[in-house]
């Protein structure tokens, strides 16, 4: 048999050592960098010299180091990541090699989990166990590189609303642009390292961290984020595509019409995919047509209001009891979270039906996908610059992969890119969609 698999190594006194690479993180998208400490644990129990040492290994999480190099200059993180030639996927392995980020909720045992948050990052020691999840994506294969950087608490701030962390750099257009919100990290080291196959999130208003009914996941192109799905959860792959679409007219039109129309000709691929016009409809006005006994004549508005928000941002704050109580029994003062934060979460009065909360409020799969990009003139860079347009997919309950299927084969039909570039264009700027 084989000990080593086939790649580059290099000698180093008595041991030999695989070839890493190191990157620098120049879009400070990485909370911390990451190795595993045990990368090559025997696949038998048989190949253990003892019963003990294979329940040691097996029963114990897997844990990981950080990373503690910086670049050449001295200014960014390195993040290490091993040659592709090491990687022989399998039926067994099927991400074998992948190179992987998770967002800085998800425990890696021997890694702090900081919440982007002075105070907790101080309180806590490192993690001791590593998310399920996690174990699933190293079970298959996977190489987990580091934990991206996210907002306060996942609380949704905007760039400005940083305050015990630098934003990361989102690297579309004049690299000034927010790189969104909770994922901000994994969506920007994804957006702009092409060393990188995917990023794992906790894309959506749970209140709980750890709760993986609601990883997110990104990725470069659809093919592959197909096969991550399907490789990491139970969802069944789809028979049928669906034989309608559903249009709400409450989000459309959208206020920018270079975007509308890059949206309007993304809704028409899948319809002439689906050979299914749009049937639009309006929430309000079924609402209004028949409401339940509960909302004693409100409108849809009136009766939903920011209900939602109120019960997420109340058991997010009430989540972190426990952190707050601790913090102070151990320093005697209160622990600091940012101004966004603080005022989120006693209450909110943020909007609550929009199209980014729609899928949350009825646990409904959301896919969201690049459909063209416009232009804009920068103040930053003093030139004409390109951000992506995004549209979006929501389907019934355990959809996610017919959702992923069906844009893939929709896009290829029309010959639409299913993958985008890294860098300043999320296309090339020839590119008809």
Known sequence: ENLLPSGPYFLYNDGIYEAWRLYPDDLDAFEVAVVLQDRYRPARWDQYTSYNQAAASWLSPARFSPLKLLDQEGLWKSIAVPSRLYAQKSRKHPLAGARISVKDNFKLAGI?????????TQLYPAEIETAEYVE?????????????????????????????????????????????????????????????????????????????????FLSRRLDSLQELVRDTTNLKEPKTLPTRTLYPKEFFPVANDEQQ???????????????????????????????????????????????IYHQYYYDAYHQYDGFRKDYRDTYGREAYAGPLVRYRWPFSILEM?????????????????????????????????HRPVIGSLVGAKGSD?????????????????????????????????
């Open 112 to 120: 702090k989990t900081t919440m982007t948050n002075r105070a907790f």
């Open 136 to 216: 699933t994506l190293l079970r298959l294969g996977a190489i987990i590189v580091g934990k991206s950087k996210m907002c306060s608490f996942a609380a949704g701030e905007n760039p400005g609303d940083w305050i015990d962390s630098h934003c990361p750099v989102n690297p579309r257009g004049d690299q000034y642009q927010s790189p969104g919100s909770s994922i901000a990290g994994g969506g920007a080291s994804l957006a702009g390292y092409s060393w990188l196959d995917y990023s794992i999130g906790t894309d959506s208003e749970s209140t709980d961290p750890w709760d993986h009914d609601t990883v997110g």
């Open 261 to 307: 129309i890059l949206l309007e000709n993304y809704i028409c691929v899948l319809e002439s995919h689906l050979k299914a016009p749009r049937i639009e409809f309006s929430l309000v006005e079924l609402w209004a047509r028949r409401p339940p006994r509960e909302a004693e004549g409100k409108s849809l508005h009136e009766y939903l209001g920011n209900s």
């Open 353 to 385: 039906l929009g199209e980014n909360t729609l899928a949350m409020v009825v646990e409904l799969p959301h896919q969201v996908l690049p459909v063209g990009q416009n232009s804009y003139e920068s103040r930053a860079s003093g030139r004409t610059e």
């Open 401 to 433: 992969l017919m959702l992923i299927k069906l844009a893939h084969e929709a896009f290829e039909s029309a010959g639409w890119q299913t993958e985008v570039h890294t860098g300043r264009y999320t296309f090339s700027l020839d590119t008809t969609m």
